[in-house]
């Protein structure tokens, strides 16, 4: 099992930066789960959608919504994803989930969620 912990979440005025982190912790063996690791977000009556990943080597992916706005990186020797936001927009509001996969693929979340932090911009 792997045990996400996000933090960084909160208020924002539009144009505002913000810092996400998430702390992955387990088993020696379940780290391996964090092969892949990625941040979503889901807006209130939306489906949750992915706005970045990045893998174990580095290899990041973007949602085309943040590009230019958003990075995301880890430090693999903490286990920690980090997501960088700024000039942020009132339609980033939403809660932003931790998400570790064994896989490195993009495409389809992995089997571990955080519980989630709230992210809200206001205009």
């Known amino acids: 099992q792997v045990q996400l912990v996000e933090s960084g979440g909160g208020w924002v005025q539009a144009g505002g930066s913000l810092r996400l982190s998430c702390a992955a912790s387990g088993s020696i063996g379940s780290i391996a789960s964090t092969n892949a690791m990625a941040w979503y977000r889901q807006a209130p009556g939306k489906q949750r959608e992915l706005v970045a990943a990045?893998?174990?080597?580095?290899?990041?992916k973007l949602a085309d919504s943040v590009k230019g706005r958003f990075t995301i990186s880890r430090d693999n020797a903490k286990n920690t994803v980090y997501l960088q936001m700024n000039s942020l927009k009132p339609e980033d509001t939403g809660v932003y989930y931790c998400n570790a996969n064994r896989l490195i693929r993009f495409d389809i979340p992995g089997n571990y969620w955080g519980q989630g932090t709230q992210v809200t911009v206001s205009s």
């Open positions: 990045i893998t174990r080597g580095g290899v990041t």
